[in-house]
């Protein structure tokens, strides 16, 4: 009887914390279908340990889905696979301020696609480092023992982590919140399908460049003028959905990101309050070359 009510007050236990172990997971691995997966792992590891002696039962199930996460992370990096896949992520489920799942320009905002793009560029003992600690706040003696390090060694692979994620800017701080005040509403303008928003924000002899393969048929890779630039961004207005700004090689730039999958990238020159020049990137090999970092400048 006491290993029956032992085991009722685990799965009960679980379940109140299965949102935030799926939250964990998900920010680790990146694909909610993993996430499941690693969620349910858990359980049958934790189901069938001794917790008896356990105090904190959220932050042992955390240090078990962390150590089933990695372990995924480490196959997949075997197998050169990346999976960062947020189809499905119910982040109401996990998010006190999360709107419904279906409305992926919220959830972008949320999760931050441009932290998972960013994440997906780790290590897998660096991710699951940093996740664990700078999202999480589990403490390094336990993450330690999840990567097979010592705590030092640990905290280590969370700084480097934490200065790849947050990156460093190519221009003054205040350099940098300008450009975030430009492409911030270069981005809104194109998620809203406003052409007098577009106008106002680019530069009359405007030039953008794009990889060809990113480009219909009889599209050139190099269009110059606003109305022109700015009627060609209308067409892509359904990806702005999954657009977010992100610093690209030092300066304020968009990261495309349907599903949290790098789609393309996008560089800007920014003259005072307007944007004179775009680089659209997405041939893999050359956004493998990017040097990409969350943007922690918030416009104001």
């Given at each position: 009887?006491?290993?029956?009510?032992?085991?009722?007050?685990?799965?009960?236990?679980?379940?109140?914390?299965?949102?935030?172990?799926?939250?964990?997971?998900?920010?680790?691995?990146?694909?909610a279908?993993?996430?499941?997966?690693?969620?349910?792992?858990?359980?049958?590891?934790?189901?069938?340990?001794?917790?008896?002696?356990?105090?904190?039962?959220?932050?042992?199930?955390?240090?078990?889905?962390?150590?089933?996460?990695?372990?995924?992370?480490?196959r997949?990096?075997?197998?050169?696979?990346?999976?960062?896949?947020?189809?499905?992520?119910?982040?109401?489920?996990?998010?006190?301020?999360?709107?419904?799942?279906?409305d992926?320009?919220?959830?972008?905002?949320?999760?931050?696609?441009?932290?998972?793009?960013?994440?997906?560029?780790?290590?897998?003992?660096?991710?699951?480092?940093?996740?664990?600690?700078d999202?999480?706040?589990?403490?390094?003696?336990?993450?330690?023992?999840?990567?097979?390090?010592?705590?030092?060694?640990?905290?280590?692979?969370?700084?480097?982590?934490?200065?790849?994620?947050?990156?460093?800017?190519?221009?003054?701080?205040?350099?940098?919140?300008?450009?975030?005040?430009?492409?911030?509403?270069?981005?809104?303008?194109?998620?809203?399908?406003d052409?007098?928003?577009?106008?106002?924000?680019?530069?009359?002899?405007?030039?953008?460049?794009?990889?060809p393969?990113?480009?219909?048929?009889?599209?050139p890779g190099?269009?110059?003028?606003?109305?022109?630039?700015?009627?060609?961004?209308?067409?892509?207005?359904?990806?702005?959905?999954?657009?977010?700004?992100?610093?690209?090689?030092?300066?304020?730039?968009?990261?495309?990101?349907?599903?949290?999958?790098?789609?393309?990238?996008?560089?800007?020159?920014?003259?005072?309050?307007r944007?004179?020049?775009?680089?659209?990137?997405?041939e893999?090999?050359?956004?493998?070359?990017l040097?990409?970092a969350?943007?922690?400048?918030?416009?104001?």
């Amino acid at each position: 009887m006491g290993d029956m009510a032992q085991s009722a007050e685990l799965a009960g236990e679980f379940e109140r914390s299965r949102g935030h172990l799926r939250a964990v997971a998900f920010r680790v691995l990146g694909s909610a279908a993993d996430a499941d997966d690693a969620v349910q792992e858990a359980w049958l590891r934790a189901s069938s340990a001794d917790a008896s002696n356990v105090v904190n039962v959220t932050g042992w199930l955390t240090t078990i889905v962390g150590r089933i996460s990695l372990d995924m992370l480490r196959r997949r990096q075997r197998r050169n696979e990346d999976f960062t896949d947020m189809t499905g992520f119910d982040l109401a489920a996990t998010e006190s301020d999360a709107a419904g799942p279906d409305d992926q320009a919220i959830m972008a905002d949320s999760v931050g696609l441009a932290l998972m793009v960013v994440l997906d560029r780790l290590g897998p003992a660096e991710r699951v480092a940093f996740v664990l600690h700078d999202l999480f706040a589990v403490p390094f003696d336990e993450i330690a023992e999840i990567v097979g390090r010592t705590s030092a060694a640990a905290k280590k692979l969370a700084s480097r982590a934490r200065r790849r994620v947050h990156g460093k800017a190519a221009v003054p701080t205040a350099d940098l919140a300008r450009q975030r005040q430009v492409v911030d509403a270069f981005l809104a303008a194109s998620r809203a399908g406003d052409l007098g928003a577009l106008l106002a924000v680019l530069a009359p002899e405007v030039v953008r460049r794009a990889d060809p393969a990113l480009l219909p048929a009889g599209v050139p890779g190099e269009v110059h003028g606003a109305r022109r630039v700015a009627e060609q961004a209308l067409t892509a207005a359904g990806l702005a959905r999954f657009a977010q700004p992100a610093l690209v090689n030092g300066a304020i730039g968009i990261l495309v990101a349907p599903r949290g999958r790098l789609l393309r990238a996008m560089e800007f020159t920014i003259d005072g309050d307007r944007i004179t020049a775009i680089n659209i990137i997405g041939e893999p090999a050359r956004l493998r070359r990017l040097d990409l970092a969350t943007a922690d400048i918030k416009s104001s």
